[in-house]
């Protein structure tokens, strides 16, 4: 069984000092929390976008610094976005972004 874990001082900017990895390209990733659900926090670099895709579990994200923009619209700093199973969108942040995201399953490019 894992322990419980705690990432203090988030909103303040602390996740500056968290190991990030390249991800996709113009993305990385710094993983808190492996298996299902995953959680991880994202850093989008200016203008860097994940292609359209289907979400083949749920999916949470939190913005934390920055936006991230979708069919749906912009999604700013403090904004919560969830994406229901077989929800399909494509994800940009034009200025760079770095959200907190949870999902229970990969996504399927399409």
Do not use: K
Not at 33 to 57: D, F, I, K, N
């Amino acid at each position: 069984m894992a322990e419980p874990q705690s990432f203090a001082g988030l909103l303040g900017g602390s996740w500056r000092d968290m190991a990030f990895e390249p991800f996709r390209d113009g993305v990385e990733i710094c993983r808190l929390v492996t298996g299902a659900p995953e959680v991880a926090l994202l850093r989008y670099a200016p203008g860097a976008s994940v292609p359209r895709h289907l979400h083949r579990g749920l999916e949470t994200f939190l913005v934390l610094e920055g936006a991230q923009s979708d069919e749906r619209g912009t999604y700013a700093a403090g904004t919560l976005a969830v994406n229901p199973v077989g929800s399909v969108h494509s994800v940009a942040s034009e200025a760079g972004c770095i959200v907190l995201i949870q999902w229970t399953s990969p996504i399927e490019i399409l």
